[in-house]
């Protein structure tokens, strides 16, 4: 395994965020459009995978609770936003 080096840090350190995000998107967007959400639904099983692996007791009761506040949350903004597109 090679050393990591002063220059590759900063140059990670200092890339364009943004630029990287948008990336992301757009890669997850096109390949939801082209295959739909099986790519995503495995790529967040593994990822379930790994944090199991590292953390077996994941999620706690409070991880729980906070994951359902956010989802009742994210559900009433969409109620929310479907109301107001029906009305028009």
Do not use: I
């Not at 990822?47 to 949350?73: E, F, G, I, M």
């Amino acid at each position: 395994m090679g050393f990591v080096n002063r220059r590759d840090v900063e140059a990670f350190v200092h890339r364009d965020w943004e630029a990287v995000q948008a990336s992301k998107s757009a890669y997850w967007a096109n390949l939801f459009q082209q295959r739909g959400w099986r790519p995503a639904w495995t790529a967040s099983d593994a990822l379930w995978l790994d944090v199991r692996r590292t953390q077996p007791h994941y999620p706690s009761a409070d991880n729980r609770d906070d994951d359902c506040a956010h989802h009742l949350k994210l559900c009433n903004l969409l109620d929310r936003a479907a109301s107001a597109f029906a009305g028009r």
